[in-house]
């Protein structure tokens, strides 16, 4: 089979290397327009889950991802003047750079052929059995069958900007900051041993409130730098790194679409979906699809069942995540509801933000409950019960009044 993966990001990489294990005879190109070395963003989150599943794809690669990953297992947040630190799951951060040279690496060793500085449009699209279109949450490929794709796009308030430092935290590190003009937080987590990455968030009456709409690119840098002194114990913000241009302010989006592929042109990974960053999870889901599009292309010898069930499957087990991204996304837009709350229960809820029934129940009961449910089985799987009803109800409801 000859295959054109569209992106050299996580998806069109790791599909790539799939594809060549399981048959070497596969002709395989990565079309990636960025020169090699070079892509946007800093570290990036993941759970063990998804090291045991890389693990059992393709140990090579794993062993490398795993051995470059740095790992926590604490949380902690600082509002005001206060700070709680917890204890959570074992995460792990990569930087993306590192990632991408450890799969682009891989591939390559398996024989795939890797085109570099390799923009791919409708206009030279190449000519293979599959065409995979793993270029990213701005797709071109699926911009230019929009209609048939049914791409829906839900634009998020706030205002977010993707940073590094070179302060490396120990622990996955949340500050809230209290300014003239509202609130803005950060979070960061370390993804080497020199540097960590860094969000900032705020809603846009901050953002224009601060001037951080108007500033210079390294005005706002330092602004920020002023607030986050706290946490950076006097680091650095980076905007931007090598031969890149610097990190922009942007308005989530998040992106969903009615069907996954035509005729013989697929979407895998941020293509496909995209979930907000706030749950940590776009990396991990992207290199999942590649695995479930390998599974699909292996067990059915047509490319229409292959692609049909690779959608199916993907579709549903996304919902989950998706659910939580949005719930996620929700919480950090009505932070003034939480964020007055007695510390240990805004710091509670502030890890139950991915909650269904948070935004309907309020806070201080919910708060109530969930202590009470952390002692009584019956009442924690009442919550579990009722918490996926809600989210389906509300959901049902949103799109019949969209249509
Ligand atoms: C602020 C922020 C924080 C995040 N944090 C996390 C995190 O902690 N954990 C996590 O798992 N995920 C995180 N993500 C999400 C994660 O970065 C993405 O979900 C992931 O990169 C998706 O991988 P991908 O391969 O689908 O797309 P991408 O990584 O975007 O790769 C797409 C590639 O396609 C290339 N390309 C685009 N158009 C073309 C074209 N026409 N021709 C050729 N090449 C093209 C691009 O240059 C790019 O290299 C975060 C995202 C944001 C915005």
Redesign the pocket.
Known sequence: MKVAC?????????LSILLKRRDPSHDITV????PEGS????????WRG?LDRLHECDPESARAVEEHSVRWSEGVAHVRDLAARHKGDEAF?IG?HRL?EILADRARSLGVRLEFE????EDNLPDADLVVA????????RTGRADHFGSRVSTGRNR???LGTTKVFDAFTFAFVETDHGWIWCYG?AFGPEHS?C?VECGPETWTGLGLDEAHESDGVALLEKLFAHVLDGHPLIGRSAGRAGAQW?N?RTLTHRTWHHDNVVL?????H??H???????????E?AVALADALGDHASLPHALTHYERRRKSELLAVQSAARYSARWYENLPRYIHLPPDQMFALLGQRHSPLLPYVPPQLYYRIDRAAGQLEALRRFKRWLGPKVARTVHARALASRE
């Open positions: 569209v992106g050299g990001g996580p998806a069109g990489l790791y079309h990636e327009r960025d892509t946007y963003g800093w570290g990036v989150t993941y998804l951060g993306r991408l390799h923009e791919i449009t793993a270029d990213g949450v701005h797709s071109a490929l977010y900007i993707w987590y990455t969000v942007l989530f895998l990974g941020d293509a496909a995209s979930t960053y706030s749950v940590g999870a776009g990396t991990t889901l992207a290199l699809d």
